[in-house]
């Protein structure tokens, strides 16, 4: 629970607060807080700013669905910028309709989330010579044998204590795992939520 008194307000009493996504690290938006959505965020778990063009409470998703469940609120180091790290729900941050406001921002895991994405656009859109899209086809059983030979070469690579090869079996068996994933209908965001239960 955060002190209010401790927070150094600026003169129209807000302070800005940038949001991340609790589980990818992705910068999703900047909004800015007073005491009063603080309470709010204290006491309801999910986001809520001072919108300075309505000039009101603007409670996130009221309207729209698209809720952010907090995970932790953090000051920084001046005590005058607030980081929230959020459940991000519904369709994504942005009033655009896009996940994030700041378009593709990156992010240190966002490269699992692209090649994710072009799996999935492999299988709607398929192309010719695609490998994503001859796994795909073949269905589960060759996907679960192709992870089972990268988790085989894995081990092999770490046993031979070569860095270079095991970096690149570890992202062979990613990938494969991916296609996995999206054969059986996860996401980056289910494993990242399981993960975090275990930390």
């Not at 729209?64 to 995970?71: E, L, M, V």
């Not at 966002?110 to 994710?116: K, T, V």
Request: contains cysteine; proline residues 2%.
């Amino acid at each position: 629970m955060l002190n209010a008194d401790i927070i150094k307000w600026g003169e129209n009493g807000l302070i800005p607060a940038v949001v991340q996504d609790f589980y990818t690290g992705r910068v999703l938006m900047l909004a800015y807080v007073n005491k009063e959505s603080l309470g709010f965020m204290q006491e309801k778990g999910e986001t809520c700013f001072w919108s300075r063009s309505r000039n009101e409470l603007w409670h996130k998703g009221a309207t729209s669905g698209d809720i952010q469940k907090i995970k932790t609120m953090t000051l920084d180091c001046d005590s005058d910028t607030l980081l929230i790290q959020v459940e991000q729900l519904g369709g994504g941050a942005c009033h655009t309709g896009d996940y994030t406001c700041f378009g593709d921002e990156g992010g240190e895991f966002n490269i699992l989330q692209h090649n994710f994405e072009t799996i999935k656009d492999r299988a709607a859109n398929p192309k010719e010579n695609s490998y994503t899209n001859y796994l795909l086809n073949n269905g589960i059983d060759k996907i679960c044998k192709k992870v089972g030979e990268e988790s085989a070469e894995t081990i092999i690579a770490a046993k031979n204590k070569n860095q270079q090869e095991l970096t690149a079996e570890i992202a062979d068996l990613t990938y494969h795992l991916l296609v996995l994933m999206h054969e059986c209908k996860l996401s980056p965001r289910d494993i990242a939520s399981e993960l975090s239960k275990r930390l």
